[in-house]
């Protein structure tokens, strides 16, 4: 559960018994990772990282997309091109995207509403602008929408306003940026599939595992949220097809139950744990999981 | 692949070697099965059948629709009523299923196109008169849209217009009917899930099983199809959960790859040999079936 809007805690109460498939235990190893700024040495994982030329994230302004853009930046050997894509980068919910740029001349804010072509479009010129011939290594797409929403209230203006958020959105999104990506692949003197190569990573959720739902159900229904990410599950399996031919490795990813807007205040973890476990699964992803829906723990989750 | 609209033919063209997930062998045994009008004697699942008292199917006018209209009709022991709904029963189209009503008095032909809300609210008000204070047992969501649709043509407008139709149009005409489905179900003698008493069966496709992508992407992409199918198992997944204490069987169905205009007549099965199978199915369903993706021989497909 990660995004831009909604939150699980409007209207919803938590059960008693908190459901076992998102209270996962909390790994004690998270502690001992590499935190921006904590004067830590980097963990071999974050130093493998240090390849990624370029990233683009979306829905960078806050949680889970906020927190991928500080940890990119605060590499031991950052990216060249760390692009912080949100819907409006000048206004009062960008104020920390902002700041980071005044200090990190490598950080490009740019204007992208996901449900709009046209600014689509905008942001894939100006990224291509600043790239200046170069492909994007890595795409995130992390901007996402969550609504309370049950069998009883669900309507279609919900279904189709969601989907088009958290579906059509990334798969617009891709398209713009496809060429930059095939290029990074093309340039790329990596072999094997990898996030330093190219790659494209569909923020996704344990949520949309058709077999897992009655692990998650009773806790949490949200219908319209479900549907559109099982079919952003299917799409990211499609682009996988698609791109293999390519070098370019697209995965979908469950960053856990985290402390975000969308994901409450009652979750399991923060956005710093899930982040620290998905920048590692980042360094790690690979042919293997090329098509795959895999945790911020790097497990493969069953569509 | 089913339904109303779209065609596999337009734009595609079949491989050389045929995908071997599509051409399933034709299994012999469905010489032996009972058709409409063929005078043998009904099969032993035929008459389990028999006890359906209602069905609706939507998108009824041709194809596996029609079909399963004239066999539910042909049945030793039909339905008190059978309600076919689609588009427009006035029109060209619905040419035979009129010539049936003529003949059929327990068939009534009703008025729904599953995209607008209001049609849908006017055909269960209609249902719910002929029906006289008794639930429907059976909801048959059949109808849907197939368009051409690759990563690269693939446009925001297209997947919402087939995710409206595919995923949210079972989701409204469900919302709609469920009340008589409640009421059938407390109705019903019957113990156990099952057909006879209450069931939601949607219409789904091997092409939205994720997990069998690799095995039909090059053969048939179909984007926008299988987002909105991929998504309408997840809707399965959570009726399944929403409605199981009230006692109604939910499950999606994959009709097979039929000569349809949708299919096209390159496909493996004709309309008869997938409703044999889909017949033989909807008698056999029981809670082992209750949020499943099974096939037209009654086999369980992988989400």
Known sequence: MSGEGGSLSAGWKRPALPCPALSLPRLKAFTCCCRVGDGRAPSTDTMAAAQVGSVLVTGSNRGIGLELVKRFLGKPNPPQ??????????????????????????????????????????????????????????????????RPCTLDSATAQEMLEVYATNLVGPMLVTKAFLPLLRKAAQESHQKAMCCAKAAIVNMSTVLASIEKTPETYFFVPVISYRCSKAALNMLTKLQSMGYKEEGILCTALHPGWVKTELGSDQADLTVEESVNGIMKVLCSLSEKQHGVLVTWEGKTLPW
Do not use: Y
Request: proline content about 5%.
């Open 81 to 146: 091109w760390v692009f912080a894509a949100c819907r409006d980068p000048e206004g009062p919910r960008a104020q920390e995207l902002r700041s980071l740029a005044a200090k990190h001349p490598s950080l490009a804010l740019v204007q992208l509403e996901t449900t709009n072509e046209e600014s689509i479009r905008a942001a894939a010129r100006k990224v291509e602008g600043c790239l200046g011939g170069s492909g994007l290594n890595l795409l995130i797409n992390n901007a996402g929408i969550m």
